[in-house]
């Protein structure tokens, strides 16, 4: 199946999910958005409010924070893939619960397998719990990681910036690194025939 059909088919099965007490108190189920060729995914917790209202994910204030830090790296929100953890609201925006976590897991992975992102950025602490479940955001925040060769990096969730003013510059200096880390893993993931001919290209200079 291709990415695009891939990502999809899991839309409409999240959207037809049963598999959690969430379902019960959703208004629309929030699969996630982007292109399939995206080097870029973003992470978050679950949906909120408007999410819940518009079955898209950060559409409300930490989503316009968001979209500003993308801007500020030279992005749109149209170049890179966003989701959740939980693919429907918490009631009262509570946290997202384990078994909750656990059944939506299947479709973050098959999301994440099927873009095959250059980078994950993780925002927030459930969503990095996913990937480095021993870490504490205050220590990793920012600094990127190999986790089953995919690099991992763990950001402050935007909302949590827009409570603590003091957390706003540092998730605007995390941002500022990520083109770069960006750039590192597209250079890992060349095969070593690629980057020999490039080093002859380049000595051709
Ligand atoms: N917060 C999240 O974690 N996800 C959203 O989609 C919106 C707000």
């Known amino acids: ?3 695009e059909e891939e990502l999809q088919d899991v839309a409409e099965a999240v959207r037809n999910c049963t598999d959690c007490k969430l379902h019960l108190s959703r208004k629309n189920a929030v699969p996630g958005e982007g292109p399939a060729g995206a080097a870029l995914m973003f992470i978050g917790e679950g949906p909120g409010f408007h999410e819940n209202e518009q079955g898209r994910p950060f559409v409300g204030a ?8 993308l801007g500020s790296i030279g992005l749109t929100r ?12 918490p009631p009262g ?7 909750e976590i656990e059944e939506c897991a299947k479709y973050l ?14 925002l927030g602490r459930f969503s990095m719990a996913r990937f480095i479940p021993e870490a504490r955001i205050s220590t990793v925040h920012g600094r990127a990681r190999t986790i089953n060769g995919r690099v991992i990096v763990p950001m402050y969730h935007p909302a949590a910036a827009l409570h603590q003013p003091s957390l706003r510059r540092v998730v605007e200096e995390d941002f500022s690194r990520l083109p770069e880390m960006i750039e590192r893993a597209q250079q890992s993931t060349i095969t070593p025939d690629e980057s020999s001919s490039q080093a002859q290209q380049l000595s051709l200079f």
């Open 62 to 69: 930490a989503g316009h924070f968001l979209e500003e830090l």
């Open 78 to 89: 149209q170049q890179v893939y966003i989701t959740n953890i939980v693919k429907c609201r």
């Open 1 to 3: 199946m291709k990415p």
């Open 93 to 99: 925006n509570r946290d997202p619960q384990l078994p």
């Open 109 to 122: 992975d098959r999301q994440i397998e099927a873009i095959n992102p250059k980078v994950i950025v993780t």
